[in-house]
């Protein structure tokens, strides 16, 4: 029997991996997937699992995963166990295929279902690795037999953004960093000087959450930047003391505050693209529409982390998505939707 993986084994599975890997493996089959079979067996998950031992930290990556996943619009649905409603641990998991496939309005041509068929043919021979086979079998073992054969796939794109790779570096080596940020409405990025605390990926976007050294370290504030925003190359300074404390718990808690505190209700048309992936988001509400909306729409309560992010979201369904509230949301999106009108004559 070959030795577990190291913890700095397992920590070298990207996170964007492993989140694809879930998606697949919840597509898998039909009938779905329990939580231990997935911890057990799924890329990602499956370096850190202790049958039989304390699973806690992995089952709270997993509850994190499914909100990112949901978050980005892909219909992730539980199965009460016959019996034992209820039981988190009987629960199983499963994306439903009919509801992630293409609309039956689009088709394609045969010679490019040809192409389309070539290229699957040569992801799948290429990029499902030695772990993912042996996941593959270890479920099989168990009883699940997937419908088709897919979970695990290992995908070799690298999602992440440019700034990622030297800000865990610095983080690591517990350097200070410089790079510009470009805020949301402003013409011209700014320089900030800032000590690594820790990167977080929240709802599909990675941040970190810095100590400003204006103040000298340990004095200056603490913030977090989306790392889509910061522009140009990232550079290192000298190093500083470990800052100890558990700064990723607490950059997710306050990213999690602010998502509580975001709320916008829109409108929506029904069966709509919109409709499909803003009801399937975390925390969406469905809404009792007043007398004066059509049948053919319905009110949705949605939140928010970033409110410029959502208001490109909103502006890219077009005239799917009407905002009610906030009034500047409202604004926010219009303004966008003119401009790309604007821009395209």
Do not use: C
Request: glycine share 8%; proline share 6%; charged share 25%.
């Amino acid at each position: 029997m070959s030795p577990s993986p190291s913890p700095a084994a397992a920590s070298r599975v990207p996170v964007e991996e492993r989140l694809f890997s879930l998606v697949l493996a919840l597509l898998a089959t039909e009938s779905g997937l329990t939580k231990n079979e997935i911890l057990s067996t799924v890329q990602g998950y499956r370096q850190r699992y202790s049958s039989g031992g304390d699973n806690a930290n992995l089952e709270r990556q997993f509850e994190r995963d499914k909100d990112d996943i949901r978050d980005l619009g892909v219909p992730l649905e539980t199965l009460d166990s016959p019996g034992d409603a209820g039981n988190n641990q009987t629960m199983r998991y499963r994306i439903p295929r009919g509801a992630y496939e293409l609309p039956q309005d689009i088709s394609f041509s045969s010679d490019e279902t040809t192409l389309l068929n070539l290229a699957a043919m040569v992801w799948r021979e290429g990029s499902l690795s030695g772990e993912s086979r042996r996941a593959l079998l270890k479920l099989r073992s168990l009883g699940v037999v997937p419908d088709e054969p897919i979970i695990g796939y290992a995908p070799r794109l690298r999602l992440r953004d440019a700034a990622f790779e030297p800000l865990s570096s610095a983080l690591e080596k517990h350097l200070i960093v410089r790079f510009a940020y470009l805020k949301p409405g402003e013409d011209a990025a700014r320089e900030r000087e800032v000590i690594p605390l820790a990167l977080v990926q929240y709802q599909g976007r990675w941040h970190l959450s810095a100590e400003e050294v204006d103040g000298g370290p340990g004095h200056g504030p603490q913030k977090t930047y989306l790392l889509r925003r910061i522009v140009g190359p990232v550079s290192t300074g000298k190093a500083v003391a470990p800052h100890l404390g558990d700064h990723a718990a607490a950059a997710l808690a306050g990213l999690e505050a602010v998502w509580e505190d975001g709320v916008a209700e829109v409108q929506v048309v029904r069966e709509s693209d919109a409709a499909t992936r803003l009801v399937n988001r975390r925390g969406t509400e469905r809404l009792e529409s007043d007398s004066v909306a059509s049948a053919g729409e319905e009110r949705l309560r949605l939140h928010w982390v970033d409110a410029n992010i959502l208001a490109d979201e909103l502006a890219g369904f077009g005239p799917e998505v009407l905002v009610l509230s906030p009034p500047w949301l409202r604004g926010a999106v219009i303004a966008r939707l003119e401009r790309t009108a604007a821009d395209h004559g």
